[in-house]
């Protein structure tokens, strides 16, 4: 799963965001190392939504602007669950190995 | 949620009526919170992003859609191999025959030697661009690039049109920069949010480039070695096989076809003349490729596009809410 569809999975984790609240989350996620530019943001929800990996939720006007929430869907909640389980094994698998004694260097300096 | 178009920011004009109709008010909504209080080149950025977002609904080009999943997966690797490919051209310059033309193609279709530095340097930089994660940068690198070939191999060819047959015309087309055209369209056609950001997926480019740099410089001459390019090619292709995306084969292939061409166009070329086939089949031949390329990437998008990711265990059918 590319970075920039698991950063807006896991930002509709918790609830359902519209888009300009998509955008705040996903650099609040990745610490602000992530900077999601709007058309970008569409191509990727446009492409989720195909998938059925999130749906929209609900429409409503606020402050005289349009908003659409999105939300995961089953498919896109399982999806979500096997790759932070995925990343999840290759980090502890990574801390085993650092966490084990390293061999000493075979044929040093006298 | 629809708008009066008329209201609606220039950017988000640009989408097909029937996207802008279920999509404008809610886009120019988000624009407009993106760019309250941000700076003019900060502005610019948002709009020419969904200025791009626009032209990709219109062109069939988003990333929803197969032909751009593939390109995505091709343009991490379109860097190297263009960066490996470039650097071993250098390196043989000065032993090409006739002095100052390339990819072993006669003399009409070469380039003059600064023109050949400096395209072959700009093909280094999409690469430079994508290990520093900037691949904004990396795809205009790579169209100033194809440009650039173009723009020298035109630059050879035009004082000596006089000495051109208009038959002649045909292959001089094909081989003006058309291959690197094709690199530069992978680059501009993988949508920024299936390209890869990750250390670890830049991490192997290097010794992608590296490999193209071996291949293509040990393998440019006639003789035994110069089936090596074509070894390696099918080497990568087959090694896609092993990755889990189904369109990876596909996207190795486009990105290592330049190479192809680039190495073998005159050299069929040849063959076919000494095989005694007409002009006109010559050029059909050598056409072959690029036009099964073009036909084959409009077939690919014509069809639904794979799942990119399928979950590990049976969904459930509902959606969730909160």
């Known amino acids: 799963m590319q970075e920039p569809t698991l950063l807006i999975l896991t930002a509709l984790a918790d609830r359902p965001r519209h888009g300009y609240g998509l955008m705040q989350e996903i650099a609040t996620i990745s610490a602000g190392r992530y900077r999601m530019r709007t058309g970008t943001l569409y191509g990727a929800l446009d492409r989720l939504l195909g998938q059925n990996l999130i749906a929209v939720d609900r429409e409503e006007i606020a ?18 669950t096997a790759e932070a389980e995925r990343l999840r094994s290759v980090a502890a698998e990574a801390e085993r190995r650092l ?5 000493r260097l075979q044929g040093g300096a006298a | 949620m629809s708008t009066e178009p008329t209201r ?20 120019a909504a988000t624009y407009a919170d993106a760019t309250a209080r941000a700076s003019l080149p900060a502005r610019i950025a948002e709009g020419a992003g969904i200025a791009a977002h626009a032209l990709r609904m219109r062109t069939g080009l988003g990333s929803d859609r197969p032909f751009p999943q593939a390109a995505a997966l091709a343009a991490p690797l379109v860097a190297a191999v263009a960066a490996g490919q470039s650097a071993a051209q250098l390196l043989r310059l000065p032993h090409t025959s006739p002095p100052g033309t390339l990819d072993g193609l006669h003399q009409l279709a070469g380039m003059s030697v600064p023109g050949a530095w400096i395209t072959g340097l700009l093909w280094c930089l999409p690469l430079l661009a994508v290990l520093a994660g900037r691949w904004t940068a990396a795809k205009v690198f790579g169209v100033l690039a194809a440009s650039a070939v173009a723009a020298a191999r035109l630059a050879w060819f035009l004082p000596r049109v006089a000495e051109v047959q208009f038959d002649q015309l045909a292959s001089l087309l094909l081989e003006v920069g058309l291959p690197q055209l094709l690199w530069a369209f992978l680059l501009v056609a993988a949508p920024r949010d299936l390209l890869d950001t990750s250390p670890p997926g830049r991490a192997t480019l290097p010794v992608a480039a590296l490999a193209t740099y071996v291949t293509a410089a040990v393998g440019w001459r006639p003789g035994p070695l110069g089936v090596l390019v ?13 990755r889990r995306e189904r369109l990876y084969p596909v996207a190795v292939l486009l990105a290592v076809l330049p190479v192809l061409l680039v190495s073998y166009t005159s050299q069929v070329t040849l063959w076919c003349w000494n095989a005694g086939l007409s002009y006109d089949a010559t050029v059909a031949v050598t056409a072959l490729p690029l036009a099964a390329t073009v036909v084959g990437i409009l077939l690919l998008n014509r069809r639904r596009a794979p799942d990119v990711q399928p979950p590990a265990s049976p969904p459930p059918a509902d959606t969730v809410t909160f």
């Open chain 2, 230 to 242: 074509l070894a390696g090619a099918v080497v990568a292709v087959a090694l896609a096989f092993t």
């Open chain 1, 99 to 103: 966490r084990a004694p390293r061999p």
């Open chain 1, 63 to 80: 402050d005289g602007r349009a908003r659409r929430f999105y939300t995961l869907t089953g498919q896109g909640r399982a999806a979500l």
């Open chain 2, 8 to 27: 609606l920011p220039f950017p988000v004009r640009l989408y097909p009526r029937a996207y802008r109709e279920a999509n404008g008010a809610e886009t």
